[in-house]
């Protein structure tokens, strides 16, 4: 297995090489051992998204509980850790929210184990926590969701290598091209520069964008500890074919 | 009639980087009938199914597909209803995790085309631990006269094409295998304002 200081060495080479205007992932990544062979080698092909590609799938009331929002709702009592609020908002390109959408979020327990049948983790799972969350955003693109904190975990990328803290997150926009799928981060946390996930993304500025901060405006008073985290989809392609008093036919 | 601009004028933002989906989404992204568009026996129905398999050609066992299509009319629904399916609604959106040989099967109906003079085709998305970020696809109908003349099947080199183009298997089901690297390569779709 390869050390840290070996996968460390790799990052920075790809590192110096990057240039200011990457803001998503490298696909091929070496230091991420399992991307090897698991990314294309041709370049994406640039298409103009047509039909479905500009109508996101919708959701709403009937597919998520409201109560599906707070992961530390378990039946039997409450989860072991550290119990905070992540909030923030989900936006577009041009800074417009994304109203009643789906978000899901999921995650490790405190003492970073996942209930996955094949993480192997040697730390104990905690019967009152799942780690699966679901909601909808409101009319100004927000959603909030009450868990624990996780903790960080082991994996097999090379010796020694832990993930830091995080919460992976599943969102749509309002065309199908928006889908992503991220990861929160929280803030200060050592194992940053050390994880080949996360400096997948080459540039310090797209890496902090990653990351949760404190917000003491959503802490509660002997309850719990809020984060603030907000996410920008890629831009939609019909901005200027957006309807507006009923005058939303054609692509004119 | 002139095209309406979004007021006030938009802010662009950077968009938020992309993360794996990492190894134990299991548990907290495939849903009951994820993969059931139509319920099993629905007139019409037909399943869209394959495997998807990395550069030295090994099947994923921990990859995710979602599809949006229209109906068999050509229209694109936008009802919810996906993640509790009543059996009535046809939501157009659907979600499945490979098995353990990496494989995936929908069952759904086919689509009609959304527009003229284009072919009809599933939008496909990927994701896999190892695959930092998302992957756009398309898996189009075969046997389509329509395939001649599409836009973005026509930009493409010969050779590839095909990677696009699902096959008819004896049973009447679409066959769509997904290779993530190395010969016969997927084609995968970037598109505007998707930065890099
Ligand atoms: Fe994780």
């Known amino acids: 297995m390869d050390t840290q200081a070996a996968i460390s060495g790799e990052i920075d080479g790809i590192h110096r090489d990057s240039d200011v205007e990457e803001t998503q992932p490298r696909l091929d990544f070496a230091p991420y051992r399992s991307s090897v062979l698991r990314h294309p080698t041709k370049d994406l092909h640039h ?30 009592g409450e989860p072991i850790g550290e ?21 899901e979020v999921w995650q490790a327990n405190a003492a970073g184990r996942y209930i996955h049948k094949r993480d192997q983790h040697h730390a104990p799972l905690d019967p009152h926590f799942t780690g699966v969350g679901r909601c909808l955003t409101g009319d100004d693109g927000s959603y909030s969701f009450t868990t624990i904190k ?4 082991p994996w097999r990328n090379h010796e ?27 803030p200060g946390d050592p194992l ?61 | 009639m002139e095209p309406v601009m979004s007021t006030p004028d938009p802010q662009q933002l950077v968009p938020t980087a992309g993360q794996t989906i990492g190894p134990f989404y299991g548990f907290a992204l495939p849903y009951e009938r994820g993969h059931e568009l139509v319920p099993p026996g629905t007139p019409g129905a037909v399943r869209l199914h394959g495997t998807v398999l990395d550069g030295a050609g090994v099947p994923v066992p921990d990859a995710m597909l979602e599809i949006r299509q229209a109906d068999p009319s050509g229209n694109v629904p936008a009802v919810e209803g996906s993640l509790r399916r009543d059996g009535t609604v046809f939501t ?10 990496g494989r995936y099967s929908f069952t759904t109906v086919e689509p009609g085309a959304t527009d003229e003079g284009s072919a009809p085709f599933f939008a496909v998305t990927v994701f896999a631990r190892g695959l930092l970020n998302r992957l756009f696809t398309r898996a189009y109908l075969p046997g389509e006269e329509r395939l001649e003349g599409d836009r973005l099947l026509s930009g493409l080199e010969p050779e590839r094409r095909g990677t696009l183009v ?31």
């Open chain 1, 47 to 76: 298409a103009d998204p047509e039909g479905v590609e500009l109508v996101a799938p919708v959701f709403g009331h009937s597919d998520v509980d409201p109560l599906e929002a707070d992961l530390t709702l378990q039946p039997g």
């Open chain 1, 192 to 252: 940053f520069p050390l994880d080949p996930i996360l400096q997948a993304v080459t540039q310090q500025s797209a890496r902090d964008r990653l990351v949760a901060r404190y917000d003491h405006e959503v802490s509660e008073h002997e309850w719990l500890l809020g984060l603030r985290w907000d996410i920008v989809l890629t831009g939609t392609h019909a901005t200027w074919m957006e309807p507006s008093d009923g005058a939303g036919d054609e692509h004119a």
């Open chain 2, 92 to 101: 157009g959106w659907g979600r499945c995790a490979v098995d353990p040989g």
């Open chain 2, 166 to 196: 699902a096959s008819r298997e004896d049973d009447g089901s679409l066959r769509f295998d997904v290779r993530l690297q190395g010969e016969g390569e997927t084609v995968f779709l970037a598109f505007p304002r998707h930065g890099r």
């Open chain 1, 83 to 103: 119990r905070i609020r992540v909030v923030g908002r989900v936006l577009d390109g041009d800074g417009r929210p994304v109203r009643g959408q789906l978000v």
């Open chain 1, 160 to 186: 020694n290598a832990w993930r830091p803290a995080h919460i992976h997150f599943s969102l749509f926009g309002s065309e199908f091209t928006q889908r992503m799928v991220t990861q929160m981060y929280f």
């Open chain 1, 150 to 153: 996780p903790g960080p975990y």
